[in-house]
């Protein structure tokens, strides 16, 4: 089974879709297959790799909607090993229709595990809200990545998030871990620094080692149409991203083997 790590933060502007994004990509160029799964209505994960919105006939939207089948919707993207599920404008029903439904949380997860992808990694991008789409988002994930400025609204939006995984543990998926990745971070500025020392001493182990600092190539690859991994491979950008992946595949390394020693 793949290992499933969503990314969301109800705050936007936080690098939400770049780290989804540079981090599947740092993902594959280690060898590992890796899904990105695009459920954001604005789709600027798949705009970031090259395709429009509606240029897809069957997107998350079909998958959470209409309950398409998940490999129908796979489309091979221009970087080895990185494959994506588009979104559209449509997803946006998702968070009307979903909570109709009975055990509407599972309908992603159930989505995954009837049709299960041949990928080592899942990414799922997420909409910056805490709606329908994010919880079926939070459910499915084995971890999930909360991407967050060294700055006082993005760090107080931690409280809602937090709030929403202790919901998710108790009524879908006790096992989810959550981890804070510090982006968009500049080490000269007082505020950043003394925010990034209060996560950690709040959160601990809950912040990952790895952080990621303002760069302006992070804003050029997307125009570019391709990760920063492939836009500026030695920028410091890449280079974090790369590191990250590393973190994270040691962290599901030693979560696997915790599970299989109980």
Known sequence: MAYVIAMSNEKGGVAKTTSTLSLGAALADLNYSVLLIDLDPQA??????????????????????????????????????????PSSFRIENAEQYLPMRTQYLNTLQN????????????????????????????????????????????????????????????EVNPSLAYRILVTLLDRRNRTHRNIFE????????????????????LRESPIAGVPITHYRPTSRGSQQYRVLAQELIEYAKEEANRQAAR
């Open 44 to 85: 600027n994960l798949s705009l970031a790799l090259g395709l429009e919105n509606g240029e897809s006939s069957i997107t998350s939207a079909n998958i959470l909607i209409e309950y398409a089948a998940l490999r129908t919707a796979i489309r091979k993207t221009e970087i080895d090993n990185l494959d994506l599920i």
């Open 111 to 170: 989505a995954l595990e009837t049709d299960p992808p041949p990928h080592d990694y899942i990414l799922l991008d997420c909409p910056p809200a805490l709606g329908a789409i994010t919880l079926n988002a939070l459910a499915a994930a084995d971890l999930l990545i909360i991407p967050t400025q060294a700055e006082y609204f993005s760090a107080y939006a931690l409280r809602n998030m937090m709030g929403v995984i202790r919901r998710i543990r108790q």
């Open 198 to 217: 209060q996560l950690q001493t709040t959160f601990g182990q809950g912040v990952l080692t790895t952080v990621i600092e303002i760069d302006t190539k």
